[in-house]
C-alpha cells in the first residue's frame, strides 16, 4: 500500500505484477482476435491456387518455360530465324531489308536465358505485311516484340520490327 511517500513492499511486487498480467492479457485477446478461424481452410486453397497457377504458367515443364519459347542453342538461332523469316517474306510477296538477327550483349544473359536481339524491315500489300507478323507470332522459338512501327503508304505499308527471342545457355532448358 501507498501511504504519504512511502512504499510498501507489497506495493513494490504488486503494481508491476499486475501491469505484466494486463499486458499479457491483452496480447492473448489481440493474438486471438487476429486468427480467423477458418486459417488453416484459407491457407489450403491459396496453395492449391499457387499450384495451379505455376502449372499454367509453366506448361507442367520443370523450366517454368513453355514448350517452344526458348531454342536449345544461341549460336544456330540468329541464322535459323533470319532464314525463316526471308523465306515468310517470300512466300508472302514482300520486299525485306535491313535483316538482323544477333546475339545481345553479354551482361544480359541472365536466369539461363540468352537474348537474341530481331531487327527488319518490310513492305508490300496490307494483307501480306499482316501474315509476315501473323507467322513471326507463330514462330519457335517465340519472338517477342519490342518495337513495331507500322505505316502505310499509298498502295502498300511499310513495316520496322524490333523484338528479340531468347536461347537456354544451361543444358537443363
Not at 495451379?52 to 517452344?68: C, I, N, P, S, W
Not at 510477296?93 to 550483349?105: D, E, F, H, K, Y
Not at 536481339?117 to 496490307?126: K, M, R, T, V
Amino acid at each position: 500500500m501507498i501511504r504519504k511517500g512511502k512504499f510498501t513492499a507489497n506495493a513494490l511486487v504488486g503494481v508491476p505484477a499486475v501491469v505484466g498480467i494486463t499486458a499479457l492479457a491483452m496480447f492473448l485477446a489481440l493474438w486471438l482476435i487476429a486468427q480467423p478461424s477458418d486459417l488453416t481452410q484459407r491457407m489450403a486453397r491459396i496453395d492449391q491456387q499457387t499450384a495451379l497457377a505455376e502449372t499454367v504458367l509453366t506448361g507442367e515443364r520443370a523450366h517454368g518455360y513453355l514448350a517452344g519459347a526458348v531454342c536449345q542453342d544461341a549460336r544456330t538461332a540468329p541464322d535459323l530465324v533470319r532464314q525463316r523469316l526471308k523465306s515468310a517474306a517470300v512466300a508472302k510477296g514482300l520486299a525485306l531489308a535491313n535483316v538482323s538477327a544477333a546475339p545481345g550483349a553479354p551482361n544480359e544473359a541472365i536466369g539461363g536465358l540468352e537474348p537474341i536481339s530481331l531487327a527488319f524491315e518490310a513492305s508490300g500489300p496490307y494483307d501480306a505485311v499482316i501474315g509476315l507478323l501473323g507467322a513471326l507470332a507463330q514462330a519457335q522459338p517465340q519472338v517477342f516484340a519490342d518495337t513495331v512501327d507500322l505505316k502505310s503508304q499509298v498502295s502498300s505499308v511499310s513495316l520496322k520490327f524490333t523484338g528479340r527471342l531468347f536461347c537456354s545457355t544451361t543444358a537443363r532448358l
